[in-house]
């Protein structure tokens, strides 16, 4: 059962434009939810987060909305840039005890055409 | 980078040997992690390590084994290989003092042949 789901596996946006990338979650007891961001032959690496205290944060092009009535949460990129053309995942912490395990979606695949 | 090295980067290998991923760390933290990637399943964990000798199952367990003798090294066993095994492999590790936020190393890909 997949409890962190991102159902696009593509999007391509024009350079300049928002990118939009959606995620949606069926455990209610997730408190905290991360994006990554991952480049062809690297590692991924954390991008941003957010409190399911809040329902907004923002760094520079990137903020991420939380609609917790929803379970569902967004990455806008504004303005997008060729350099943002990546796989970005989607994941939440599982309850187990002090394990911090993550739960990953399966990753959309964003395509930043100049 | 978080002082996360994986090795070897690439190896490609034979159904039925046995092979060891290894992921080094520098920073001493607590928390590591083996995940693989695959195409339209994203990142799966297969198992974890929350202290030396300390490890747990994950995800993706079977088929692999994990050791942790020293702090910085994180070992990944695959006993005797199979094709469904070929992978993207990522060690990753908790900071000690972060949320939740993981940080991971450049991979491993292994092919079996």
């Known amino acids: 059962d997949q409890q962190v789901k991102q159902n696009s596996p593509s999007l391509s946006v024009q350079e300049g434009r928002i990118s939009i990338l959606n995620c949606d979650y069926t455990n209610s007891m997730f408190d905290y939810f991360l994006w990554y961001k991952k480049y062809p032959a690297e590692g991924p690496t954390f991008l941003i987060s957010i409190s399911s205290i809040k329902d907004k944060n923002e760094d520079g092009r990137f903020t991420v909305f939380l609609n917790k009535s929803a379970k569902h949460l967004s990455l806008h990129i504004v303005p997008s840039q060729p350099g943002d053309s990546a796989v970005y995942f989607c994941a939440a912490p599982n309850s187990g005890a002090g394990s911090y395990q993550l739960t990953f979606g399966k990753g959309t695949k964003l395509s930043v055409i100049p | 980078d978080a002082g996360i090295t994986q090795s070897p980067r690439h190896k490609v290998t034979e159904t039925g040997t046995p092979v060891t991923l290894r992921c080094h760390q520098t920073?001493?933290?607590?928390?590591m992690y083996w995940y693989r990637q695959d195409p339209g399943h994203g990142l799966r964990l297969i198992h974890y390590s929350y202290g030396v000798k300390d490890t747990d199952k994950g995800e993706v367990s079977d088929g692999y084994s994990v050791s942790r003798s020293k702090t910085e090294d994180f070992l990944l066993t695959l006993e005797s290989a199979t094709s469904s095994q070929t992978s993207v492999y990522f060690c990753?590790?908790?900071?000690?003092?972060?949320?939740?936020?993981?940080?991971f190393g450049p991979g491993t890909r292994l092919t079996v042949l």
């Open positions: 990753a590790i908790k900071v000690t003092s972060g949320n939740n936020e993981q940080f």
């Open positions: 920073e001493n933290h607590r928390y």
